[in-house]
């Protein structure tokens, strides 16, 4: 079976990491490969599950180099583990267009509300839950989508609306979307997109 190898991309966390990790062990990510994690600081947490789960890790620390030294690296990693797709899983750097464009429908990324509500520069993690209380929506949700240029702008593959509860702080809503929609979509997505690729590349041979 072909295997499309798989790089995650984090800076916290790593719950939504750990979904993939577990859809993987569960036989749910066939077309995939989880390869690598790699993070843009040292102290990600997201690291110690991809290393516990047997994957590489590296870190990149993005404070102390500019964006094209980072990107550099970045790429240089993505090419010494044979990457063809990118997963981005509550990364906070936003990639420049010149890398992406190396990558185009390649890299995927996990936002927590219903784009385009909520999303674009600025809204990342608890941010966004907040600003969905703070308008007073009733339902929100999680957004899987493709990475272009512009932030949360890119075609979306999937999405999953969640109810808002009349008690909700921005934490308890975080919580519920993560249950209830990114940690079924992510690994859900990350399969479509990897299908794809392997049929894409079985029709070229
Ligand atoms: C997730 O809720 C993810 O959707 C969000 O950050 C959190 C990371 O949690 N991403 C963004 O807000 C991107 N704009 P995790 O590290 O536990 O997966």
New binding site residues.
Partial sequence: MLKRRIAVL?S??????QALIDRQQAGDIPHGQLTVVIADNPQAY?LQRGEKAGLAVAAIPRRQMSQEQFEGELQATLEKYDIEVIVL??FLCILSANFLRKWQERVIN???SLIPSFCGKG???LR?HQAALDYGVKVTG?TVHFVNEIPDGGKIILQKAVAVLPDDTPETL?RRV?EEA?WQLLPQAVEMVCAKLCEEQADRE
Avoid: D, R, S
């Fill in positions: 984090v916290g966390g790593g719950t939504n990491l997201a899983a509550g996990i936002h927590p809204f990342y993690g966004v999680a975080q993560m990114e």
